[in-house]
């Protein structure tokens, strides 16, 4: 199985700030990785795909990168209806299926 | 897509229980669809999933020997028969849709529903 490891865990911010959030895969993916946002109480929400690629709706903030197994969430200028937990997940053909641990993003 | 879920609640250890989720605002036959779950205050574990047709399904190893997931086409409806429960399984179950036929191509995850809560317990 693919193993993802979500950094940090926790993440203190301002509004207006820039932050990043890692996920490192634990062999070769590709870009089949997705990140969510979670709110409490709420079903998670897709905000990315293919590792870079903005679902339709999601402000252009948010953007996604990648290199080799290691995957970038970055929300710049962060808005205070950002603050929530994201997390990542592998999506390589049936691996199974396996997401990071979370990361909650707290107003500082 | 709407996506509802149904049939959680509190069960014994050891006992079954079985979630239902309706599917409703797409073609139900056209996709695979799966069951996430979240233990409270928890991260999100991948459960289980199912082909288009029924005719191929995959299982967390946590789960394998104990849940069955099977669909209705007929009636847009997706179940997972959970036996042999363990207070390991309490969490909020999520019904969500795939974005290909099949649960083992490269699946992320747009349509979610609410979720249905099952709590094991004595």
């Known amino acids: 199985d693919v193993q993802m490891t979500q950094s940090p865990s926790t993440l203190s911010a301002s509004v207006g700030d820039s932050v990043s959030i890692t996920c490192r895969a634990s062999?070769?993916?590709?870009?089949?990785l997705a990140w969510y946002q979670q709110k409490p109480g709420k079903a998670p929400k897709l905000l990315i795909y293919?590792?870079?690629t903005l679902e339709s709706g999601v402000p252009s903030r948010f953007s996604g990168s990648e290199s080799g197994t290691k995957f970038t969430l970055t929300i710049s200028g962060l808005q205070p209806d950002d603050f929530a937990t994201y997390y990542c997940?592998?999506?390589?053909?049936?691996?199974?299926?396996?997401f990071g641990q979370g990361t909650k993003l707290e107003i500082k | 897509a709407q996506l509802v879920e149904s049939g959680g609640g509190l069960v014994q250890p050891g006992r079954s229980l079985r979630l239902s989720c309706a599917a409703s605002?797409?073609?139900?036959?056209?996709?695979?669809i799966h069951w996430v779950r979240q233990a409270p205050g928890k991260g999100l574990e991948w459960v289980s999933g199912?082909?288009?047709?029924?005719?191929?399904?995959g299982y967390a190893d946590s789960v394998k020997g104990r849940f069955t997931i099977s669909r209705d086409n007929a009636r847009h409806l997706l179940f997972l028969q959970m036996d042999s429960l363990t207070t390991e399984d309490t969490a909020l179950y999520y019904c969500?849709?795939?974005?290909?036929?099949?649960?083992?191509?490269?699946?992320?995850?747009?349509?979610w529903g609410r979720g249905t809560l099952v709590t094991v317990s004595s």
């Open positions: 969500v849709k795939g974005n290909s036929n099949y649960y083992e191509s490269s699946a992320y995850f747009r349509d």
């Open positions: 605002g797409f073609i139900f036959d056209d996709y695979a």
């Open positions: 199912i082909d288009w047709n029924g005719d191929g399904s």
């Open positions: 062999q070769y993916i590709s870009n089949w």
């Open positions: 293919r590792a870079s």
């Open positions: 997940q592998q999506y390589k053909n049936y691996s199974p299926y396996t």
